[in-house]
């Protein structure tokens, strides 16, 4: 049994909670440790029950509060190298902490679960995606994605769930008040990715067994969940599939979502 959800979803903090019987992670930190203890504690448990927090990249709205959680409650961080060594800098507190480094594309295990990174399209300095799988049962994560590369859909083909990035809509971001280059940061192949692309990508996915997915990483300032859903639904339905072929869900922004549960 694998059960996840998202805590906190969005470009002001980020961090998703994997649980099984015998394991429970955190993946990215992104925002207080405070609110990470809220989320939990309205799940019904303790950060002190976390056995490890994965590491998608180094940006401060997936790693805020990172090195505080595993100071004070004793947890193990999981990262690359390549942003381990950014976040030193960035963080003192980083040098105090129980740091175990995996490498991209290779897997690794912490209690029951096997989790293998996998490269991500964006501007960071190493990001990853993370597989996590249990008695041959799949899920996966992937946001901070300027486009869906060939390496991104390998790794989330065969996933029954799926926590995939909708950041913004087009025509949203085109009229928005952000400054031309910013506009161009976000839409570019590092960037963030939209929700039709978004919605494509999970259509392909339903071919290969995917049965529940959860849109996170929603812009603000560029998209409205409303607009997210329908528009992948849209897309989904341009396949020949109904919208009752998946289970899907928009993660909120400031609480924690329903969890999904794949057996």
Same mark, same amino acid.
């Given at each position: 049994m694998l059960k996840c959800c998202s805590l906190y979803s969005g470009s002001t903090g980020n961090s998703f909670f994997v649980q099984t019987e015998n394991t429970k992670l955190l993946i990215d930190a992104g925002v207080s440790c405070k609110k990470i203890e809220t989320a939990l504690d309205s799940l019904n448990f303790s950060p002190s029950d976390i056995d490890a927090i994965l590491i998608t990249h180094e940006h401060i709205d997936h790693t805020k509060s990172v090195a505080m959680l595993s100071s004070k409650y004793?947890?193990?961080?999981?990262?690359?190298l390549e942003t381990w060594k950014v976040l030193l800098p960035i963080n003192k507190k980083f040098l105090n902490i129980k740091a175990n480094f995996f490498k991209t594309d290779e897997t690794f295990k912490i209690n029951d679960l096997k989790i293998l990174p996998f490269s991500t399209p964006h501007d960071a300095v190493n990001p990853c #995606?993370?597989?996590?799988?249990? /008695? &041959?049962?799949?899920?996966?994560?992937?946001? /901070?994605?300027? @486009?869906?590369?060939? &390496?991104?859909?390998?790794?989330?083909?065969?996933?029954?769930?799926?926590?995939?990035?909708?950041?913004? /809509? =087009?025509?949203?971001?085109?009229?928005? =008040?952000?400054?031309?280059?910013?506009?161009?940061?976000?839409? #570019?192949?590092?960037?963030?990715?939209?929700?039709?692309?978004? #919605?494509?990508?999970?259509?392909?996915?339903? &071919?290969? #067994?995917?049965?529940?997915?959860?849109?996170? @990483?929603?812009?603000?300032?560029n998209n409205f969940p409303e607009l997210a859903y329908k528009t992948v639904v849209e897309e989904i339905q341009k396949q020949n599939y109904k919208g009752n072929d998946i289970s899907l869900d928009v993660a909120p922004r400031n609480s924690p979502s329903n969890f999904f549960q794949v057996v």
């Amino acid at each position: 049994m694998l059960k996840c959800c998202s805590l906190y979803s969005g470009s002001t903090g980020n961090s998703f909670f994997v649980q099984t019987e015998n394991t429970k992670l955190l993946i990215d930190a992104g925002v207080s440790c405070k609110k990470i203890e809220t989320a939990l504690d309205s799940l019904n448990f303790s950060p002190s029950d976390i056995d490890a927090i994965l590491i998608t990249h180094e940006h401060i709205d997936h790693t805020k509060s990172v090195a505080m959680l595993s100071s004070k409650y004793n947890i193990p961080v999981y990262t690359n190298l390549e942003t381990w060594k950014v976040l030193l800098p960035i963080n003192k507190k980083f040098l105090n902490i129980k740091a175990n480094f995996f490498k991209t594309d290779e897997t690794f295990k912490i209690n029951d679960l096997k989790i293998l990174p996998f490269s991500t399209p964006h501007d960071a300095v190493n990001p990853c #995606g993370f597989n996590i799988i249990k /008695d &041959n049962k799949k899920i996966s994560i992937a946001t /901070d994605l300027g @486009h869906i590369s060939n &390496n991104v859909i390998k790794s989330l083909e065969g996933s029954s769930f799926v926590m995939l990035e909708a950041n913004y /809509d =087009s025509n949203v971001l085109q009229y928005s =008040s952000y400054p031309y280059l910013l506009k161009q940061r976000i839409s #570019g192949p590092k960037g963030h990715l939209e929700n039709g692309i978004t #919605g494509k990508t999970i259509a392909h996915l339903i &071919n290969s #067994g995917l049965e529940k997915a959860l849109l996170i @990483h929603l812009s603000k300032e560029n998209n409205f969940p409303e607009l997210a859903y329908k528009t992948v639904v849209e897309e989904i339905q341009k396949q020949n599939y109904k919208g009752n072929d998946i289970s899907l869900d928009v993660a909120p922004r400031n609480s924690p979502s329903n969890f999904f549960q794949v057996v």
